[in-house]
């Protein structure tokens, strides 16, 4: 989706890089849940390099967190919810619970598939993380419409649902 003048939520931000990139290409706010501490410290150090090499203030909020907390917050509505090769990191029942969450408080949620996950994290890591399950949890939880964008060779396609 276009991201231009949009308030996005991004979970499991990791150090960053692309909620600022997002800011970059016109976003107006970018929220960003981390549970790593590592990586959410990072996360402030590379804002303030973004901003200091650009001269340019970037709206990009990290908050160290568990993106399962999504579903207990409140940070209001948001244009589009991201997940870049992150969701798949939680157990289903909890991927369901936040991909509901995710359809009530945006219209566009935007997850990365990984076609080659490996399974040194748990054994079913490899199945949440590919397309088809993360097309049929869109579908099944609140996002009527999924649009996969799969560039050839790519190892992690995007999934763009709509509500």
């Known amino acids: 989706p276009d991201l ?3 308030r996005i939520l991004d979970l499991g931000s990791n150090n960053g890089c692309l909620p600022l990139m997002m800011l970059k290409e016109g976003a107006a706010d970018v929220i960003g849940m981390e549970l790593s501490r590592e990586f959410f410290e990072q996360s402030q150090l590379v804002r303030e390099l ?3 090499r650009d001269m340019e203030e970037y709206a990009f909020k990290a908050i160290n967190t568990d993106m399962y907390d999504i579903i207990n917050s409140d940070l209001g ?4 919810v991201t997940s870049f090769c992150t969701l798949y ?3 289903e029942k909890q991927m369901e619970a936040v991909v509901r969450r995710a359809s009530e408080i945006s219209s566009f949620f935007v997850i ?3 076609t080659i996950a490996g399974s040194t994290w748990d054994s079913d890591k490899p199945r949440r993380a590919s397309v088809e399950f993360l097309n049929n949890l869109l579908i099944n939880n609140g996002f009527s419409d999924v649009e996969i964008k799969a560039p050839p060779l790519s190892t992690r396609p995007l999934l763009i649902g709509v509500a």
Not at 77 to 80: E, H, K, P
Request: proline residues 0%; charged residues 30%.
């Open 4 to 6: 231009k003048n949009k």
């Open 50 to 52: 973004f901003q200091w």
């Open 77 to 80: 509505r948001f244009d589009i």
């Open 89 to 91: 990191y939680l157990k």
């Open 112 to 114: 990365q598939a990984n």
